[in-house]
């Protein structure tokens, strides 16, 4: 059973970093210089944060920022957006919102029954 939820976690990362780099390939729109630099540095970052999920999925040193990063970006982007209708990205964001929480929990729950295994606390402190 541990070995199906950490493999679902992993599967729930790499989804969600897909996932987050997609709206980066459909960017058409005709914007003004200044709008246009603020779309590329969006864009920029959310490539960043998807590479970072699927990169974390393969190296678990990453997958605190990773997760958190993404936990962090996810909820500010529906915070801000409440005021408008629910459109297909808040929705897609709400359910991955969900997806990396249900992830976090069963890594950290992973983590923390590691480190009692190996007697040793859950955060090492830097040396």
Avoid: C
């Avoid at 950290?108 to 859950?122: F, G, K, S, V």
């Amino acid at each position: 059973m541990h070995e199906l939820s950490h493999r679902a976690a992993l599967l729930i990362l790499v989804v969600a970093g897909i996932l987050t780099v997609s709206p980066l390939l459909g960017s058409g729109a005709n914007y003004s210089n200044e709008a246009w630099a603020v779309v590329q540095h969006r864009q920029f970052m959310l490539g960043l944060l998807g590479a970072g999920l699927v990169l974390s999925a393969f190296v678990p040193a990453l997958r605190l920022a990773a997760i958190g990063g993404a936990i962090l970006s996810k909820t500010a982007f529906l915070v801000i957006s409440l005021d408008a209708a629910f459109t297909r990205a808040q929705w897609l964001d709400a359910g991955l919102l969900g997806l990396l929480v249900l992830a976090a929990v069963v890594l950290a729950r992973e983590a923390q029954q590691q480190a009692r295994w190996d007697r040793r606390p859950l955060l090492l402190p830097e040396a």
